[in-house]
C-alpha cells in the first residue's frame, strides 16, 4: 500500500507535494519520493524513510519547478529495502517519463520476460512499478510513432496497458513536457481521485491524490474519484481531459481502506470512510450481545487509531461507557505495516501505554479495526491484564483474516495470518482473551455497501477469498511466499550489521 500525489500548476509545487506526502504518510512510511519538473527538465530526490526524515531543506531547494508527483511507499513487492526501488521510477523515452504507483501487478513475473524478451527494454530491480513505467513506456511508444502526442495518443496507449497489466494499480505519471497521466484499474481495487483550485487571479492547479484528504488538506476541492478502467490526462495549462479505457470496467474498491488503510476523514468512492467505520461498530454491536452479555461488560476500550470510530458506535450501542484506555506513541510508526514481523513485535510496547485507572479491576471489552497476525493482539491483551483488568474481552471490526492479499496489503502468506485454518476457539486461546468477537463477512460488506448505491463488489479476498481479478492461482501463492521468505532473511541479516557497526548484540 502507498500513497501517490500529483499536480500541475503555475507556481512552484515542491512544497505542495511534501505536505501532501505528509497528509498520506499513513500509507507508506518505509520510503518516499519527490519529482518536479522545469522546462521539461525533471528533478528528483528519494530515499528510504518518512517524509520529514527524507527531504531537508536543501533537498527542497533542489526540487524547482510547476509539475511534479510524489510519494509514499510501504512496500509489498520487490525489494524492502533497496533505495533504487523507493519511487518515483524514471525512463527516459519516450518523450521521459516518471511515475508512481499505488497496488500490486499480479503478473508482474511473465511481464518482466515480455519486456526483456519482445519488448527489448532493461529491468534492473524486482519492483513491479519499474515493470509497470516500461510497459507504459513501450506502449506510449508504440501510440504516438510518427504522430504528435494528443491526450486521445495518450488513453490509446493506456488501454493498451489495461490488456496487459493484471492485479491492482492507481498510477499518476508525468510526461515531460507534455502533462500529467492518471489512470486506475478496471476494477478500482485501489483509491484515486482528482480535484482543483483556482487562484484571484484565475490560474488553475489540479491535483489527484490516493485519498481525498489529500486533495482537501493542501487547500484544493475534490472534483470526484478516477473511476475504474478510467484515465485522465491533464495537459501542461491544467486542463483535464477523461476517457474510459478498459472494456469491461467494474467498481470493486478494497474493503481493507475502509477497515483500516485509510483515515477516516477520507471519502473514497463516494463512501465515508468514517461512516463505514461507524456502520461496522453497529453490526459488530449485535454480535458482541450474542456472544457476551452486555452486563458482564464495564468499559469499551478502542486500540488506537482506525478501531475509533467502530468502538463508540459499539459502545453506544451496547450502552456501555467508552473509554480511551491507551495512550498511543505517535512517534512510533504503523505496526501492520512495519516491514519484518521482529520490528512489528518489538515496536507494540514502544507504540502503546495502558492507563491503568481504565483496567483495574474491570470487564473491558478491547476493539480492534482488524486481527491480521495476532501478535500485537496478544501483547495488547495482556498489557490489559498487566493493567488490572477482571476480564478481557477481544472484538475485531473485520472479519477473520483467513487468506493472502495480492493486491498490495502486507498479507502475503496464509502461514502469517493468525486466522488461517484456525478456529475461533484456538485464535482466542492464542491471544489470550476471555472472548474474541469477530465480525461478519457478509453483514460488513452490506452495511459499507449501503453507503453506495450501485457498486458492484469489494475486493474483500482477504476475508472471503475471492480474487475478483481472477487470474491469481496457487503458484503466485508459492511465489509470494519465496519472495517474503527471501526479504524476512535479508532483515535478519541487516538486523546483524546494525549490531555489529553498533557493537552490540541483541537479547530476548
Known sequence: MCGIFGVISKAPVN????????????????AAGIVTMQDSKCYMHKARGMVRDVFRTRNMRALPGNVGLGQVRYPTAGNAYSEEEAQPFYVNAP???????????????????????????????????????????????????????????????????????????????????????????????????????????????????????????????????????????????????????ADSPKLNPCMFEYVYLARPDSVMDGISVYQARLNMGETLAKRVISTVPPKDIDVVIPIPESSRPSAMQLAQKLGK?????????????????????????????????????????????????????????KEIVQMARDAGARKVYMASAAPPVRYPNVYGIDMPTSEELIAHNRSNEEIREFIGADALIYQDVDAMKNVVAALR?????????????????????????????????????????????????QGGTERG
Do not use: W
Not at 493484471?166 to 486506475?184: C, D, E, M, N, T
Not at 501492520?336 to 491503568?356: D, E
Open 15 to 30: 512544497q505542495l507535494i511534501y505536505d501532501a506526502l505528509l497528509l498520506l504518510q499513513h500509507r507508506g512510511q518505509d
Open 95 to 245: 518523450f521521459g517519463i516518471v511515475l508512481v504507483h499505488n497496488g500490486n501487478l499480479t503478473n508482474a513475473h511473465s511481464l518482466k520476460q515480455e519486456l526483456v524478451d519482445i519488448d527489448r527494454r532493461h529491468i534492473n530491480t524486482t519492483s513491479d512499478t519499474e515493470v509497470l513505467i516500461n510497459v507504459v513506456a513501450h506502449e506510449l511508444g508504440a501510440a504516438a510513432r510518427d504522430k504528435q502526442l494528443t491526450p486521445e495518443i495518450v488513453f490509446d496507449a493506456v488501454s493498451a496497458v489495461h490488456r496487459r497489466l493484471k492485479g491492482s494499480y492507481a498510477v499518476v505519471a508525468l510526461i515531460a513536457g507534455h502533462g500529467l497521466l492518471a489512470f486506475r484499474d478496471p476494477f478500482g481495487i485501489r483509491p484515486l481521485c482528482f480535484g482543483e483550485s483556482v487562484s484571484a487571479d484565475g490560474e488553475r492547479e489540479v491535483v489527484v491524490a490516493s485519498e481525498s484528504v489529500a486533495i482537501e488538506g493542501t487547500s484544493h476541492n475534490v472534483t470526484r474519484d478516477v473511476a475504474p478502467g478510467e484515465a485522465i490526462f491533464i495537459d501542461m495549462e491544467g486542463v483535464v481531459h477523461a476517457r474510459q479505457c
Open 321 to 377: 461507557p467508552y473509554r480511551e484506555g491507551f495512550v498511543k506513541n505517535r512517534y512510533v510508526g504503523r505496526t501492520f505495516i512495519m516491514p519484518g514481523q521482529g520490528v512489528r513485535k518489538k515496536s507494540v510496547r514502544q507504540k502503546l501505554n495502558a492507563i491503568g485507572v481504565e483496567f483495574k479491576g474491570r470487564n473491558v471489552l478491547l476493539v480492534d479495526d482488524s486481527i491480521v497476525r495476532g501478535t500485537t493482539s
Open 453 to 501: 448505491p450501485g457498486l458492484d463488489g469489494f475486493e474483500a479476498s482477504c476475508f472471503d477469498g475471492h480474487y475478483v481479478t481472477g487470474d491469481v492461482s496457487v503458484e503466485d501463492f508459492t511465489k509470494m511466499a519465496e519472495q517474503r521468505k527471501a526479504q524476512g532473511d535479508e532483515e535478519e541479516s541487516n538486523d546483524r550489521t546494525r549490531l555489529a557497526l
